[in-house]
């Protein structure tokens, strides 16, 4: 958490190599191309994390899915958003993806 307590916006200038690194491998699941990511953290950041990816991936599922209606489409939406809210919430930076 900051100082001055403000968000903090993530973007690849700013992340060490093993932040770059852990973006890489989730941008990488949430296209189907990685499946095993290990996360260190309390339980609350590892749970904020992983309700993050999955929001996020089925929202993406969502998205291809030949029949996906708007409705279905926002209803991820809906979700991903509000577990983009809840990552930003503990861990003070903005859910990248």
Known sequence: MTDDNKKINLHERDLNLLGKIMFTAIGAW????????????????????YNAMVSSRRF????????????????????????SQQFEKILNIAWPL
Not at 30 to 49: D, H, M
């Open 30 to 49: 949430l296209v189907g191309k990685a499946t095993n990511i290990k996360l260190r953290g309390s339980q609350e950041e590892i749970q904020t994390v």
């Open 60 to 83: 993406q599922d969502e998205l291809h899915r030949p029949g996906a209606t708007v409705d279905s489409v926002m209803t991820k939406l809906q979700l991903k958003n509000a577990s």
